[in-house]
């Protein structure tokens, strides 16, 4: 990538950003046992790489020098076996933090004072990967559980089995729910809760996803007694 064609505008730099991150995230996060398997300790100097498209890449590190851009961590799959998996995972999500930033203030360096300002002050909205990972962003308790509340932002249901539609008016309830949602994480993609977004609750782990990024939509949902996330499906299908 030459830097005649990298993002340019602190708009641009802040969605390469976004990108490369969501592809870590689902890595550490929805990917991970895969992510896991393939640092295999035995091969050489390994890097997790984030691309624009979203997608993840665990491969060897760039042979030109200097790169085209910053590099991540090398050799993240040595210490692979000599560390508790969650410490381990941990670890590369710090690095990988550490990562996404270069790359941005790299991409950034024609940036003035008040841009720079503004594209940290953007980055440093969202949730780091290293708090994705070790779930240290606090997440909220799900909304209404004892009484089988299934998703956010479009519709829930009821104890009778009932859906009722969630008012998208400015009403006091509904501010109050967004406000005490506001810090729910995507277990997917790690983006914050959105109350214009479709959301369900996966009933095993508590954990909320974006419907869009487990597949599920309002429709889906509504047919849904018992919903288990990718992850927790994959689990119970191992026992």
Not at 8 to 16: P, Y
Not at 84 to 91: E, G, T
Not at 174 to 194: A, F, P, Q, V
Request: proline share 6%; with cysteine.
């Amino acid at each position: 990538m030459e830097m005649a064609s990298s993002p340019r505008t602190v708009e641009e730099i802040f969605k390469d950003y976004c990108s490369r991150r969501a592809g870590v995230v689902r890595a550490l996060t929805y990917d991970v046992d895969e992510f896991y398997g393939l640092c295999d300790p035995d091969k050489e100097n390994l890097c997790l790489y984030g691309h624009p498209n979203e997608s993840w890449e665990v491969t060897l590190p760039a042979e030109e020098v200097p790169p085209e851009l910053p590099e991540p961590a090398l050799g993240i799959n040595f210490a692979r076996d000599g560390m508790n998996r969650k410490d381990w995972l941990s670890l590369v999500a710090v690095h990988t933090d550490s990562w996404l930033l270069s790359v941005a203030f790299y991409l950034g360096a024609r940036l003035n004072r008040n841009e720079r300002k503004r594209l940290f002050s953007m980055i440093n909205d969202l949730p780091t990967v290293f708090e994705v990972v070790t779930e240290r962003k606090p997440i909220k308790d799900k909304p209404s559980v004892d009484s089988g509340s299934k998703s956010r932002g479009s519709t829930k249901r009821s104890s009778d089995g009932q859906v009722k539609t969630v008012p998208k008016l400015a009403d006091e309830s509904y501010e109050d729910e967004e406000d005490e949602h506001s810090e729910t994480l995507c277990g997917s993609c790690g983006g914050n809760y959105n109350a214009d977004e479709f959301w369900i609750g996966c009933d095993i782990c508590e954990r909320w996803f974006h419907g869009k990024c487990v597949k599920i939509t309002p429709a889906k949902a509504e047919n849904i007694k018992q919903y288990k996330c990718p992850s927790c499906s994959m689990k119970r299908g191992r026992q």
